[in-house]
């Protein structure tokens, strides 16, 4: 990378640089990388531990493989000045909704820093939160609380009463004091319905809602969205309620024609397991389609169209008995997970979009 080119990167995303340096010297310390195998891979822009997860060198994975440094300190500035709508899940629901509100999980309210108050469902009127909690938290599936600023599914928590003082806490039975205690709102959070799995999907791991990432890409030329990679996740009992890989969940990915899924990865600390199962309820992935699929990327790509400022989105979405549901939407989506299987780059149309947003 031309030294001149890297201080312009700096100068430009000072925010990530700090972020990208800080999980490098994380990563390093975690694994035990020696100096030398972390500089040949930073000198490719690559963190030495995804290359590890590629099974490739930095220099041939220069050529197709999406490095760490560009999808950090460039990619992030793609949305630009739209970011926030990404970032805050707060804004993102507000943004989102009107165009989009069958595709969401039903809007509980917004939970404000402190959590002694809400802002209830659509109308926003201001009211004691926990009276709110506890009537809602009556629901069949339970209601999830969302910090507004969280990310790979930290600070999630739901609750669900089932009795007259008898509570679910993340599924762990506890009281209603317990379930007060939960509620630590040091950020705003939005507070939705719980969402449940397809049937089909449930059977493959029933403790966490499966979700897909979905990348979408506007092309530069056309301006049409385009699915440029897709990746089904499963939870684990290492994962809790989320499904995320780095919390000990499993992903596949997914035939974006077909919708058929493909071997399924499993992280061992900077190594990958494939199997064609789930390791723990050993139900089969690989080959098999998810339900719905074909309507889903319709959805969600004619969702995409209504959002141009927005041409580069990491969509989280989980495909129920009603149909496609949003979870959330990523702004610099990870690539690591969805780049296991096949490198980015290899794709015409993908290196086309990075390329005309100066990302290589």
């Known amino acids: 990378m031309p030294l001149s080119r890297l201080i312009a990167d700096v100068r430009s995303n000072r925010r990530q640089f700090r972020i990208f340096v800080n999980r490098e010297r994380r990563y390093a310390a975690r694994h035990r990388v020696s100096l030398r195998e972390r500089v040949g891979a930073l000198r490719y822009g690559f963190l030495a531990e995804h290359l590890r997860l590629y099974g490739v060198t930095a220099k041939v994975a220069s050529a197709d493989y999406l490095s760490d440094w560009q999808r950090g300190m460039r990619s992030s500035l793609i ?6 709508v990404l970032r805050n899940k707060l804004i993102f629901d507000r943004m989102i909704r009107p165009i989009a509100e069958k595709h969401l999980p039903p809007l509980i309210g917004y939970l404000l820093r402190g959590g002694e108050e809400m802002l209830v469902g659509d109308s926003g009127d201001r009211s004691d939160a926990w009276p709110v909690i506890a009537r809602e938290a009556g629901r069949e599936a339970g209601i999830i609380f969302k910090p507004e600023d969280g990310q790979g599914g930290h600070g999630l928590l739901t609750l669900r009463r089932i009795g007259e003082d008898t509570w679910l806490i993340n599924g762990k039975p506890g009281d209603e004091a317990k379930a007060r205690e939960a509620v630590i709102a040091d950020t705003a959070q939005v507070v939705q319905g719980v969402v449940s799995n397809h049937p089909e999907i449930d059977t493959i791991w029933p403790g966490a809602l499966a979700t897909a990432r979905v990348m979408v890409m506007h092309d530069p030329i056309s301006g049409e969205p385009f699915i440029a990679r897709a990746v089904q996740r499963f939870g684990s009992s290492a994962s809790g309620i989320a499904d995320n890989m780095s919390s000990g969940g499993v992903a596949a990915l997914i035939d974006v024609e077909t919708g058929k899924m493909g071997r ?78 096949q490198p980015l780059l290899a794709d015409p149309r993908v290196r086309r979009f990075y390329a005309h947003h100066g990302v290589l």
């Not at 949305?79 to 926030?84: I, K, V, W, Y």
């Not at 209504?306 to 702004?331: C, R």
């Open 79 to 84: 949305d630009s000045p739209f970011t926030d």
């Open 264 to 341: 399924c990865a499993a992280l061992t600390g900077i190594s990958v397991t494939w199997s064609t199962s789930h390791p723990e309820t050993g139900e089969e992935i690989t080959g098999r389609v998810l339900p719905g699929w074909h309507a889903a990327v319709e959805e969600l790509l004619q969702i995409s169209r209504k959002l141009p400022f927005l041409p580069y989105v990491g969509w989280d979405v989980a495909i129920t008995s009603q149909g496609m549901m949003i979870i959330e939407g990523n702004h610099c989506p990870e690539t690591r997970v969805v780049q296991l299987d």
